[in-house]
Every structure is written in C-alpha cells, then in structure tokens.
Antibody, heavy 121, light 110 residues
Framework: HLQLQESGPGLVKPSETLSLTCTVS??????????WGWIRQPPGKGLEWIGN???????YYNPSLKSRVTIPVDTSKNQFSLKLSSVTAADTAVYYC?????????????WGQGTLVIVSS | QSVLTQPPSASGTPGQRVTISCSGS????????VYWYQQLPGTAPKFVIY???QRPSGIPDRFSGSKSGTSASLAISGLRSEDEADYYC???????????FGGGTKLTVL
C-alpha cells in the first residue's frame, strides 16, 4: 500500500525558502509509469499544481511559480522535495505531495495527508 | 482565478441526483482527459473519476462523468450525506504544459 508523507517546517519567514520533503513508502520512486510532485491549497481556496519530477530528474513546473521552484529527487532515500524561494504570505497553504500517473496527466492517484505551511514573521 | 470554471456551490436532498459542471477551453478540456476529485472536510483530495468517465475501484456507480467539447460534468445519483464534500475538476492544459484545476464546488446534502 503506497504512502506519501510530507515533512518540514510549519512556519517560514517572508523572503526565505520553504523546504519540504516527501517520503514514499510501500512503493519505489524509480518507476517509469509515475511522476512525483506537489500541489498546494491556500486556506479556504482551491488546488494549485506546483510541479512534477520523474525519477530520472526531469522536471515540469507551473509557469507562474517556475522562477522560484525546484523539485529535487533522492532515489536512494525514496524521497523528493520542494524548495520555494522568496516566499510571501501568498504562499501560505497546505502543501500536498502527490503521485501522478503518466506524462501529460492530471491523474493524481495518491496523495500525502498534507502539511500546513504558514509564511509569517 | 482558476483556468477551469465550476459553480461555487451545489446542493441536493438525499436520494436526489446532482450535477456539477466544469467549463474550460480547447487547450485543456477540449483536447485532454478530465478528472474529478472529492475532498472531504479536513482530508486530502481523492480521485473519483478519471479519463472523463472512468470510475476507480471502490467508487460507487452513483458517480459518473461525461465530457462534451470544452465542458465536462460530474453527476452523483442517489445522493447520500457522505457525499457532502468539495469537488474539483482537472485537466492537462497544452498551452501551460501542466495540469489545471477548477475552483471547486462545495456540495451540500440538505
């Protein structure tokens, strides 16, 4: 049974870098069928795709966030991460790590429980 | 402002059939599959419809999806109290080269 678990600070100061890690258990990140990524949801609002990574390191980012986002992968630890730089209050959200089935897909078939990150001084 | 447009709310009584619409454009719904996600209060979303009208295992046949042109719909028949949730549509957008979501529809079971 695949499980994804987010971890990282729940409070980040404005202008700093938000860093989260997703640990995958019950399955391998080294799969040619899946991409791994991040989706966020501001409090009381809708879902926003942040970006995806393939186990080989190929990445795809939301154009609106591309200049501030990196998603590295560590296949030896079965983990991938999110780094979002120069954060503002608008980046306050619940961040979910997800598994995406296939390339060019919107099928997020497995989700972490989500972690709330608040941007505040 | 979401790329896909959904009504903010919908409601129905137990046993009724409700429909939630999702409107897009030729670069997303018009040329790619539509997916629907259910988000129960305080939980992560889960997919209830994939590839326009397919149900994953464990999703009752009360849930159905359809697509026509640049619009899609999620229908829930035999409405039950446990269906009360937020519902989101999603599709790949060729112009943005990424998935886009609707703003979500809050379904209330009266």
């Amino acid at each position: 049974h695949l499980q994804l678990q987010e971890s990282g600070p729940g409070l980040v100061k404005p202008s700093e870098t938000l860093s989260l890690t997703c640990t995958v258990s019950g399955g391998s990140i080294n799969s040619s069928s899946y991409y791994w990524g991040w989706i966020r949801q501001p409090p009381g609002k809708g879902l926003e795709w942040i970006g995806n990574i393939f186990y080989s390191g190929t990445t795809y980012y939301n154009p609106s966030l591309k200049s501030r986002v990196t998603i590295p992968v560590d296949t030896s630890k079965n983990q991938f991460s999110l780094k979002l730089s120069s954060v503002t209050a608008a980046d306050t959200a619940v961040y979910y790590c997800v598994r995406t089935y296939g390339s060019g897909s919107s099928l997020f078939d497995s989700w972490g429980q989500g972690t709330l990150v608040i941007v505040s001084s | 402002q979401s790329v896909l447009t959904q009504p903010p709310s919908a409601s129905g009584t137990p046993g009724q059939r409700v429909t939630i619409s999702c409107s897009g454009s030729s670069s997303n719904i018009g040329s790619n599959y539509v997916y629907w996600y259910q988000q129960l209060p305080g939980t992560a979303p889960k997919f209830v419809i994939y590839r326009n009208n397919q149900r994953p295992s464990g999703i009752p046949d009360r849930f159905s999806g359809s697509k026509s042109g640049t619009s899609a719909s999620l229908a829930i028949s035999g409405l039950r109290s446990e269906d009360e949730a937020d519902y989101y549509c999603a599709a790949w957008d060729d112009s943005l080269s990424g998935p886009v979501f609707g703003g979500g529809t809050k379904l209330t079971v009266l």
